[in-house]
């Protein structure tokens, strides 16, 4: 098959572009590296540099793709909160003309990158994707926004689409920026260090963690699953499992085998206390389940922190 993968230069895209490059597929990246590094890309994968809303490249880049795996965003919260105009035209203008194109290209079928953000902290636990969505960031509008555009173009357009919501993806080549995530690579750092781990509130606070193997597995199913069942359709893609700070220290400190302390400081304002997803949609419609358990993930991504 040939796949475009935007946003193929960062952590997820170009895990995935680095997966169907090894199944045989012909890959084609289009990453404007405001975020990501050409160096990640594939040496087997065709590199265009630029931006998702340039709707000239764009239209060559989707040229003869069947999947376009849609992950390029600006995807910093904070961000987006400071320049809402900008994280709104690359991630909401940025995939209608993915879609555009996609439609026009006559692409077969679009994994759109979506967000646990859209449930803004839901109050059920686990989450599945028919609790309400409440956005709390012009980031996360974006990401909810996007995925309406992709059930309006299955439904309208003639364009399969697939959006997955992911929870707190980590692992090789994540940046040390991302919320949450991040807490990993300096847990790491100041576990090798001997000085305490810097934790905000209690550390009681936990999240579903999703190794990134599993979230290139779960594109992999969203691109091939039947379009019956999931065309128009938004999906949980998570461990399923969710980890505190501290339960995280713990594991971190078996793996490196040190002991650990912390060093408490405020609470994040607006950090929501608990994320867990109800991953059995995926399941059900993808075929998708996940097998890398957190500790194991840790001890990938710290063997990785380690020898880069
Ligand atoms: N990492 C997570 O935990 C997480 C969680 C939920 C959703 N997501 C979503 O997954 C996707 C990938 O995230 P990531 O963690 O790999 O981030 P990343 O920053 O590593 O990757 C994003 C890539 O997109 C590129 N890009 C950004 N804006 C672009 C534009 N306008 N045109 C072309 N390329 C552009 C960047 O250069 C980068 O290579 C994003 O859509 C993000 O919103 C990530």
Not at 8 to 21: C, E, K, M, Q, R
Not at 98 to 108: H, N, Q, S, Y
Not at 173 to 194: C, K, T
Request: with cysteine.
């Amino acid at each position: 098959m040939q796949a475009l993968v935007t946003g193929g230069a960062g952590f997820i895209g170009s895990n995935i572009v680095d997966s169907l490059v090894d199944g045989g597929h012909h890959v084609r990246v289009l990453d404007d590296l405001s975020t990501g590094y050409a160096e990640n890309v594939n040496a087997e994968a065709e590199l265009l540099v630029g931006e998702v809303v340039d709707a000239d490249l764009v239209a060559r880049a989707v040229e003869g793709a069947e999947v376009v795996f849609h992950q390029a965003a600006h995807r910093a919260v904070l961000r987006s909160v400071e320049q809402p105009l900008a994280t709104d035209h690359a991630n909401v203008h940025g995939t209608l003309t993915v879609l555009k194109a996609a439609a026009d290209a006559g692409v077969r079928r679009v994994v759109y990158a979506s967000s646990s953000s859209v449930y803004g902290g839901a109050d059920r636990l686990p989450t599945p994707e028919s609790a309400p969505t409440w956005p709390r960031s012009p980031y996360a509008v974006t990401k909810l926004t996007g995925e309406h555009y992709c059930r309006v173009f299955a439904e309208l357009y003639g364009v399969e689409t697939v959006a997955m919501r992911y929870f707190n993806v980590y692992g090789p080549r994540q940046r040390p920026d991302s919320a949450y995530a991040a807490v990993i690579p300096l847990f790491i750092e100041a576990l090798r260090q001997g000085v305490p781990a810097r934790v905000h509130g209690d550390g009681k606070q936990s999240r579903d963690f999703t190794f990134i193997d599993d979230v290139v597995a779960a594109n992999l199913a969203a691109a091939s699953a039947p379009a019956e069942r999931c065309s128009g359709n938004a999906y949980n893609i998570a461990g399923g499992c969710a980890y505190s700070l501290l339960d995280m220290l713990a594991i971190l400190g078996d793996i490196l085998d040190v002991e650990w302390q912390t060093d408490h400081g405020d609470p994040r304002p607006g950090d929501v206390r608990h994320t867990r997803a109800d991953i059995s949609a995926a399941r059900n419609d993808l075929g998708h389940d996940p097998e890398v358990d957190f500790a194991d993930g840790l001890a990938r991504t710290v063997a990785w922190f380690t020898h880069r």
